[in-house]
């Protein structure tokens, strides 16, 4: 089962989807261009429905089988793009000022629509299959949003798959673990408030920077010191703000980042000693603090009987040795995760080379590694649906 035949002719076809949409990136729920321009491809191919404003922007394309009839699963693709300047010179940059396609999601768009046009032509399958295509998956919930929706109802999706590129996994290669395999995420903003004053004379005031630096400092103590050294957290900093002069010591400073970890119990842990630590801390300097903690994305987590199914279909495109099992999850945030609380199912990584990383201005989807993608995708169709 290797890559098909049909799919290395496509090759160019499907590259030159990908190239037309990485030059219109969109970001989150504002993909009008890039839902129009898959929603047109899925009719054209003779989808047997094509359903948008699904999670607002979304686009759900229904093919039908040829074999009889059975269950639905769904196949997903993100469409959004980054709030990012482009510097790679290539043809097909952006054209759109300040987004730019840094996570490769016009890959996965560009590979899913192949995977459409392929299952469309053939139909060698009992059931049906929705390809779903979702805005909003970077920081905008657009997974929850299409969840919410009643996709899943709507279309009777009995189980669900993702897949995402990965830099540094050569092309031809697939990643993937049973259990969690991705993040979950929160977002926390911190107001430390003083009593401002002359620099030159700091014990007339309440120095909020200090405070602040205090906290920021402690809040590594939630790794090494409150959770158990096994678990996984993250704990990072990744803003901060205080003052506007030289010689002033500001009445407030303000800071912010993101907590990420792979088990729930754990994230509630380090927001509880969030807010612990910074409202001692607090208090020992005679500041105020407000802690405010967004969360967000939950763990993304693999089931097992899928996952098991994925890594046979994987094996078979790219052969045993080139598909890495139990790899060590990644502690980025996906917002599949909301996909796979709602059904059963498995997101995989697939190589995409020795590429710039993810969410960098030098980004490029690899479009070698399309054939691979799009064959994965039409073998776990047909066999997860085999008559």
């Given at each position: 089962?290797?890559?098909?035949?049909?799919?290395?002719?496509?090759?160019?076809?499907?590259?030159?989807?990908?190239?037309?949409?990485?030059?219109?990136?969109?970001?989150?729920?504002?993909?009008?261009?890039?839902?129009?321009?898959?929603?047109?491809?899925?009719?054209?191919?003779?989808?047997?429905?094509?359903?948008?404003?699904?999670?607002?922007?979304?686009?759900?394309?229904?093919i039908k089988g040829n074999l009889g009839a059975g269950?639905?699963?769904?196949?997903?693709?993100?469409?959004?793009?980054?709030?990012?300047?482009?510097?790679?010179?290539?043809?097909?940059?952006?054209?759109?000022?300040?987004?730019?396609?840094?996570?490769?999601?016009?890959?996965?768009?560009?590979?899913?629509?192949?995977?459409?046009?392929?299952?469309?032509?053939?139909?060698?399958?009992?059931?049906?299959?929705?390809?779903?295509?979702?805005?909003?998956?970077?920081?905008?919930?657009?997974?929850?949003?299409?969840?919410?929706?009643?996709?899943?109802?709507?279309?009777?999706?009995s189980q669900v798959f993702g897949m995402h590129n990965?830099?540094?996994?050569?092309?031809?290669?697939?990643?993937?673990?049973?259990?969690?395999?991705?993040?979950?995420?929160?977002?926390f903003t911190i107001t430390v408030k003083g009593r401002?004053?002359?620099?030159?004379?700091?014990?007339?005031?309440?120095?909020?920077?200090?405070?602040?630096?205090?906290?920021?400092?402690?809040?590594?103590?939630?790794?090494?010191?409150?959770?158990?050294?096994?678990?996984?957290?993250?704990?990072?900093?990744?803003?901060?703000?205080?003052?506007?002069?030289?010689?002033?010591?500001?009445?407030?400073?303000?800071?912010?980042?993101?907590?990420?970890?792979?088990?729930?119990?754990?994230?509630?842990?380090?927001?509880?000693?969030?807010?612990?630590?910074?409202?001692?801390?607090?208090?020992?300097?005679?500041?105020?603090?407000?802690?405010?903690?967004?969360?967000?994305?939950?763990?993304?987590?693999?089931?097992?009987?899928?996952?098991?199914?994925?890594?046979?279909?994987?094996?078979?495109?790219?052969?045993?040795?080139?598909?890495?099992?139990?790899?060590?999850?990644?502690?980025?945030?996906?917002?599949?995760?909301?996909?796979?609380?709602?059904?059963?199912?498995?997101?995989?990584?697939?190589?995409?080379?020795?590429?710039?990383?993810?969410?960098?201005?030098?980004?490029?989807?690899?479009?070698?590694?399309?054939?691979?993608?799009?064959?994965?995708?039409?073998?776990?169709?047909?066999?997860?649906?085999?008559?």
């Amino acid at each position: 089962m290797p890559i098909l035949n049909r799919v290395a002719e496509m090759q160019d076809e499907i590259t030159a989807w990908r190239r037309h949409l990485h030059t219109i990136p969109e970001i989150l729920y504002d993909t009008h261009k890039t839902s129009a321009y898959v929603a047109e491809r899925l009719r054209e191919f003779g989808c047997d429905e094509v359903v948008t404003g699904i999670g607002r922007t979304g686009v759900v394309g229904i093919i039908k089988g040829n074999l009889g009839a059975g269950r639905t699963i769904g196949m997903r693709a993100d469409m959004d793009a980054l709030p990012l300047k482009e510097v790679t010179g290539k043809e097909w940059s952006s054209t759109h000022a300040n987004a730019m396609h840094a996570c490769g999601h016009d890959g996965h768009t560009a590979m899913l629509l192949g995977a459409a046009k392929y299952l469309a032509e053939t139909r060698n399958f009992a059931g049906s299959v929705a390809v779903i295509f979702q805005p909003a998956e970077e920081g905008g919930a657009g997974g929850k949003a299409m969840v919410d929706d009643g996709m899943m109802e709507r279309f009777g999706i009995s189980q669900v798959f993702g897949m995402h590129n990965m830099p540094g996994l050569p092309v031809g290669q697939f990643a993937i673990r049973t259990g969690a395999i991705m993040a979950g995420t929160a977002e926390f903003t911190i107001t430390v408030k003083g009593r401002g004053g002359h620099a030159a004379m700091p014990h007339r005031t309440i120095d909020p920077i200090v405070a602040a630096a205090g906290m920021i400092t402690a809040l590594q103590t939630i790794a090494s010191r409150s959770i158990d050294p096994v678990e996984s957290v993250v704990v990072s900093v990744t803003k901060i703000h205080a003052g506007d002069a030289y010689n002033i010591i500001p009445e407030q400073v303000e800071f912010a980042g993101t907590i990420r970890t792979l088990e729930t119990a754990v994230g509630e842990m380090a927001r509880e000693r969030m807010r612990a630590i910074c409202e001692g801390i607090a208090a020992a300097h005679g500041a105020t603090v407000n802690v405010d903690i967004v969360v967000n994305y939950p763990v993304t987590v693999n089931h097992a009987d899928e996952t098991e199914f994925a890594i046979g279909i994987a094996r078979g495109v790219a052969g045993e040795p080139n598909v890495a099992v139990g790899v060590p999850p990644v502690m980025g945030g996906e917002d599949f995760s909301y996909m796979l609380e709602a059904r059963p199912g498995a997101f995989i990584f697939m190589g995409n080379g020795d590429t710039a990383n993810l969410h960098n201005p030098n980004y490029d989807f690899n479009d070698d590694a399309i054939p691979h993608g799009v064959s994965y995708w039409v073998k776990l169709a047909e066999s997860s649906l085999a008559a």
